[in-house]
């Protein structure tokens, strides 16, 4: 099922990438900048790789993940000072509000990618940022002391050498077979209200988080744009 579930998301990402730029951040209504003085939490970041074989079907590769979430660690870091306000970490300590809370945001980031961006926009919304991730942002204002809490989603899959192969042969009988997929996901939330008040997605056939140069170029394009 999980896997399922897998094949059925990248494909779901495939439909999105025709009207995709490689940044489109958004703002809620009436949120133009960071109050003077707010405090920031950096959640931990939100990141697994995944191969994908010769019959497209996309694998779970732990040792990918676990290099790409210190790379993406390391210098998500290392942008503090230029985030500007107060920063602090909130430390992946396996606090399973936390954990929780990171799954409701790529839940979330995922319904504005398909009905904010995407093919499925919602009339209701009219064409606005109008979403939250509900009051129980609070757990992370109660740990951190924070106004507005970070959280970055990333999902990646890279084309193994047989895929390569099969996209090629495809190729040359006028099939077009997807590769790889990069899909990540900003967003700043309000720790008061649980309102997102800040977006970007990068949704593109390019990126690779598995060396440390190349996941510094996917950081900077995520948080293009990042209020100040």
């Known amino acids: ?29 009436g949120f133009t900048k960071l109050p003077l003085g707010a405090k920031i939490a950096l959640m931990p970041a939100d990141v697994e790789l995944y191969q994908l074989n010769a019959g497209g079907i996309t694998e779970p590769r732990a040792d990918w993940s676990m290099a790409a979430t210190g790379y993406v660690k390391e210098l998500y870091k290392a942008r503090k000072a230029k985030l500007g306000s107060d920063v ?18 790529g839940a979330v980031a995922s319904a504005i990618a398909v009905h904010h961006f995407g093919i499925l926009s919602l009339p209701t919304k009219e064409q606005k940022l109008d979403w939250t991730l509900g009051p129980e942002v609070g757990a992370v204002r109660e740990k951190s002391g924070a106004d507005y809490a970070l959280f970055i989603y990333i999902r990646d899959s890279y084309a193994t050498g047989e895929r390569v192969a099969v ?16 899909a990540a996901y900003a967003s700043l939330v ?9 977006f970007n997605r990068l949704i593109r056939p390019s990126g690779d988080l598995r060396e440390r140069d190349k996941a510094q170029e996917t950081l900077d394009a995520l948080l293009a744009g990042y209020p100040e």
Not at 167 to 182: K, R, Y
């Open 1 to 29: 099922m999980k896997l399922q579930r897998l094949v059925l998301g990248f494909a779901a990402l495939t439909l999105l990438i025709a009207g995709s730029a490689l940044g489109q951040p958004n703002r809620a209504a």
């Open 88 to 105: 602090v970490e909130v430390e992946d300590d396996a606090d399973e509000r936390l954990l929780a809370l990171n799954r409701l945001h």
């Open 167 to 182: 996209m090629i042969i495809g190729a040359m009988f006028g099939v077009g077979l997807p590769g790889g997929i990069q």
């Open 190 to 198: 309000d720790l008061r209200t649980g309102q997102i008040v800040w």
